[in-house]
Antibody
């Protein structure tokens, strides 16, 4: 059974940094693109970032480019999202997603990031 | 970036009704569209991939169609459990983008 467990969310001040982690199990981790998708309170889904299975190819939404960095440690079956220069509009639940041929196949339960002073 | 425009934003229907949600892409995306269901407080779940592929475990009353720039999600006979918000997503090219969502209510 596929399991994705996010951690690292919390309250951070504007301009601050936070690193999210997602521990994966139940599938061959290196075979899949991993993505982060976020959802601001009461709003829709926003794709944030994606990373190829070998870690060589990264993709970002314009709204986070140059501020967020996605990475993975295939020895630990874990994907990360390093977030810097955080803004109030980054406040959201962040979902870790196993991506199969582009479709978001399996989702974690999400971790809440709140950017506020 | 490719924009995905969903309609309607809200929809109310009776149990047993046939309902259709539409998604229009700002440029051709072939058949690279997926549909998701999200219940309140829960993570989204994949329903349909590549326009019409039914994800394993999803009831057969859900179906998808379309190509190019216009796509539809159809629920053939609405059930009480289908009350949720539905999203389309294009994965023709990065950055991937979602529609704004359709909230489906059961009368």
């Amino acid at each position: 059974e596929v399991e994705l467990l996010e951690s690292g969310g919390g309250l951070v001040q504007p301009g601050g940094s936070l690193r999210l982690s997602c521990a994966a199990s139940g599938f061959t981790f290196t075979s899949y693109v991993m993505s982060w998708v976020r959802q601001a309170p009461g709003k829709g889904l926003e794709w944030v970032s994606g990373l190829s299975g070998n870690g060589e190819n990264t993709y970002y939404a314009d709204s986070v480019k140059s501020r967020f960095i996605i990475s993975r440690d295939n020895s630990k079956n874990t994907v990360y999202l390093q977030m810097r220069s955080l803004r109030p509009e980054d406040t959201a639940v962040y979902f870790c997603v196993k991506t199969g041929s582009g479709a978001m196949r399996n989702w974690g339960q999400g971790t809440l990031v709140t950017v506020s002073s | 970036d490719i924009q995905m425009t969903q309609s309607p934003s809200t929809l109310s229907a009776f149990v047993g009704d046939r309902v259709t949600i539409t998604c229009r892409a700002s440029q051709s995306i072939a058949t690279w569209v997926a549909w998701y269901q999200q219940r309140p407080g829960k993570a989204p779940q994949l329903l349909i991939y590549k326009t019409s592929g039914l994800e394993s475990g999803v009831p057969s009353r859900f179906s998808g169609s379309g190509s190019g720039t216009e796509f539809t999600l159809t629920i053939s006979s609405l059930q009480p459990d289908d009350s949720a918000t539905y999203y389309c997503q294009q994965y023709n090219s990065y950055p991937y983008t979602f529609g704004q969502g359709t909230k489906l209510e059961i009368k």
